[in-house]
């Protein structure tokens, strides 16, 4: 194991999603900030999603290697100031990267190396990562365009504060029963 790719992709899966679970962390900063309490919610779950997978891939690699003083790896990542509408597109981008080459290419080489356990950990991570493509692609699809809280048949909004629930085609503004803003409106994921 010591001299594995499999060693060094591990420890690169750990770095990845760690930063992965932050950013979408500041991302969430960001909404709230700005109001967006219920987008914020999304992007919180899915934090918790990658960090999740980060303390796997941690498990993994010191159950095969034992203690490792110091892995070396090398990575590039973007620094920029974001907006949330910026913030979300990278993220359809990052998952969608993890989703179709990183994991795949990942659990290729484990199998060749003859660690079926962990190329099947990366698959299942995968799996998860195009579900957060999926997620993100309608989220960033619908800030960008101001229609998170517009469906085109009438559907059942409710308000994360009070309750209330109302079919309409578009959430309201402020809540009718508690006055809340639409950002504590419940998204409705395609
Ligand atoms: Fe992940
Ligand atoms: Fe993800």
């Given at each position: 194991?010591?001299?594995?790719?499999?060693?060094?992709?591990?420890?690169?899966?750990?770095?990845?999603?760690s930063?992965?679970?932050?950013?979408?962390?500041?991302?969430?900063?960001?909404?709230?900030?700005?109001?967006?309490?219920?987008?914020?919610?999304?992007?919180?779950?899915?934090?918790?999603?990658?960090?999740?997978h980060?303390?796997?891939?941690?498990?993994?690699?010191?159950?095969?290697?034992?203690?490792?003083?110091?892995?070396?790896?090398?990575?590039?990542?973007?620094?920029?100031?974001?907006?949330?509408?910026?913030?979300?597109?990278?993220?359809?981008?990052?998952?969608?990267?993890?989703?179709?080459?990183?994991?795949?290419?990942?659990?290729?080489?484990?199998?060749?190396?003859?660690?079926?356990?962990?190329?099947?950990?990366?698959?299942?991570?995968?799996?998860?990562?195009?579900?957060?493509?999926?997620?993100?692609k309608?989220?960033?699809?619908?800030?960008?365009?101001?229609?998170?809280?517009?469906?085109?048949?009438?559907?059942?909004w409710?308000?994360?504060?009070?309750?209330?629930?109302?079919?309409?085609?578009?959430?309201?503004?402020?809540?009718?029963?508690?006055?809340?803003?639409?950002?504590?409106?419940?998204?409705?994921?395609n």
């Open positions: 194991m010591k001299s594995s790719k499999t060693l060094t992709n591990l420890a690169r899966s750990f770095a990845g999603e930063q992965a679970g932050l950013r979408y962390q500041m991302i969430a900063e960001m909404c709230m900030q700005q109001g967006y309490k219920t987008l914020a919610d999304e992007l919180k779950t899915i934090a918790k999603n990658e960090v999740k980060a303390k796997n891939y941690y498990d993994l690699l010191t159950g095969l290697n034992g203690t490792a003083k110091n892995i070396e790896i090398t990575a590039g990542y973007p620094f920029e100031k974001l907006t949330i509408e910026d913030g979300l597109k990278f993220s359809v981008s990052a998952e969608h990267e993890e989703a179709e080459r990183i994991y795949p290419e990942f659990a290729k080489i484990a199998r060749e190396e003859g660690f079926e356990e962990i190329a099947k950990k990366f698959e299942l991570t995968a799996k998860v990562e195009r579900k957060h493509e999926l997620t993100f309608f989220l960033y699809e619908n800030f960008k365009n101001g229609t998170l809280f517009q469906n085109e048949e009438p559907t059942f409710e308000c994360t504060e009070c309750g209330h629930v109302e079919a309409r085609k578009e959430a309201w503004n402020l809540c009718p029963l508690c006055n809340a803003s639409q950002g504590f409106v419940k998204l409705k994921l």
